[in-house]
């Protein structure tokens, strides 16, 4: 029967929060999840509308395989809003820097030599930007993670919106924050004002300055990218690049799954988004089967290792 309990670790001004998962194997490989964009919870959910629980799910899945979890909630919201006033008031290396925080409570909380990081969406950045600095871990669970820098990504985005006159107007501002300056969002017409807010400047200019690819291809330890076929939100080109800058991850590309990790039997947009409120539709076929593998895999083989190396073979 998996063991929960409440864990913890400081933060800029209070404590980071976060719930572990652990199978009730003292030896059993560590997964750190950390969640993505806006305020989105340990769990997976968000009050923009997402209820569907897929860190929540993906946790209990890998404990059903002997995978112990830590999912947390990112400084400043939910449990661990005591760890910054201002949860804006935030960057891509400062959620770098707590995932770090949170390696090192973990293996001095349970004696393992290091943790596996899993990030979903922009968690994956995070995860590629703390593994510049790769002392306790493990490996990287890339899921659901862009490829492609943000500014080309919002581009996209913004250009499917069809927002006609303000096209020239968001090219300018993501333009401006690619070069590390803020603009007049007030000065901006309404749609894009709440997008370019001026509380959110600061994360944006921090995240539109990097590459998730070229992290990628700068970690030398084991990565798997894993991938939806039906995700709205980040798509094969993403999977691509991020395989073409580092050749040695494994990929696995799951039939029908979508951004938060459900199946979609049909192709509507509509039906994908249908999913997003759904914690009690499971998780797409293929999901924890991917990570457990991956992770117990190289535990098989460190282990083996250390046999090979402790009988004076190797």
């Given at each position: ?99 770090h925080v949170w390696i090192d409570a973990i293996r001095r909380g349970t004696g393992r030599s290091c943790v ?137 590309v799951l039939s029908g799954v979508n951004h938060v990790l459900k199946t979609v039997s049909s192709t509507t ?15 797409g076929a293929g999901i924890v089967e991917a990570v457990a593998d991956f992770v117990t895999a190289r535990r ?15």
């Open positions: 029967m998996p063991v929960q309990t409440f864990v913890e670790a400081p933060g800029p001004q209070g404590l980071l929060k976060g719930t572990m998962l652990s199978p009730g194997d003292s030896g059993a490989p560590i997964v750190l999840i950390i969640p993505g964009s806006g305020p989105t919870d340990q769990d997976g959910n968000s009050p923009l509308g997402v209820k569907s629980s897929p860190y929540r799910l993906l946790a209990e899945g890998l404990a059903d395989k002997g995978v112990a979890t830590v999912r947390i909630d990112k400084r400043g919201m939910f449990a661990s809003s005591a760890a910054i006033a201002d949860a804006n008031d935030v960057t891509i290396e400062a959620y770098a820097n707590d995932i596996w990081v899993l990030g979903h969406s922009e968690g994956g950045l995070v995860a590629l930007k703390a593994a510049q600095q790769p002392d306790g871990i493990c490996g990287l669970v890339l899921v659901a993670t862009a490829g492609r820098p943000l500014g080309e990504i919002l581009r996209e985005q913004l250009k499917a919106l069809s927002i006609g006159s303000l096209w020239d107007e968001a090219d300018s501002v993501i333009s401006s924050l690619e070069a590390g300056k803020r603009v007049d969002a007030s000065s901006l017409g309404s749609p894009l004002q709440r997008l370019f807010s001026p509380s959110v400047q600061g994360f944006l200019i921090s995240e539109l300055d990097l590459d998730p690819a070229k992290l990628a291809e700068s970690y030398a330890g084991p990565v798997l990218i894993v991938q939806g076929d039906r995700d709205l939100q980040v798509g094969r080109a993403d999977v691509e690049r991020l395989s073409q800058f580092n050749p040695t991850a494994k990929v696995v947009r509509e039906a994908n988004l249908a999913t997003y409120a759904d914690p009690d539709l499971p998780l098989a083989a460190d282990r083996q290792a250390t046999d090979l190396s402790g009988s004076g073979l190797t």
